[in-house]
């Protein structure tokens, strides 16, 4: 089993019109590169097992839904670089369980 349970917020108040390209950059690398990296790395391996699995770790905070949300109790927390890596990371799981879904 490959868990990827890495994230750094980045801050916490991170205006989207504020964060800046360096931010997101940063918090990008960590939340989503560091999980496709090592999916990439480990998945000749765990294709070899006959129960293997990868679980990428994200949050309620990547969720488009909820932050469309205002009775949502997080609506108002805004640390975009985060919101926006977590929601890429769950997009990137989607299309991972697409391709090989032995995985997931």
């Known amino acids: 089993m490959l868990i990827n349970n890495v994230g750094?917020?980045?801050?916490?108040?991170?205006?989207?019109?504020?964060?800046?390209?360096?931010l997101y950059k940063e918090v990008l690398e960590t939340n989503l590169f560091g999980a496709v990296l090592m999916n990439q790395a480990f998945v000749d391996l765990l294709l070899k097992s006959e129960a293997s699995r990868i679980v990428n770790i994200t949050s309620s905070l990547g969720s488009l839904?909820?932050?469309?949300?205002?009775?949502?109790?997080?609506?108002?927390?805004?640390p975009a670089a985060y919101v926006v890596s977590k929601a890429a990371l769950n997009l990137y799981t989607i299309y991972w369980l697409k391709n090989f879904s032995i995985l997931l």
């Open 8 to 22: 750094i917020l980045g801050g916490i108040e991170q205006a989207p019109g504020q964060a800046s390209p360096s």
């Open 65 to 78: 839904t909820l932050h469309t949300d205002p009775s949502w109790k997080y609506y108002q927390f805004q």
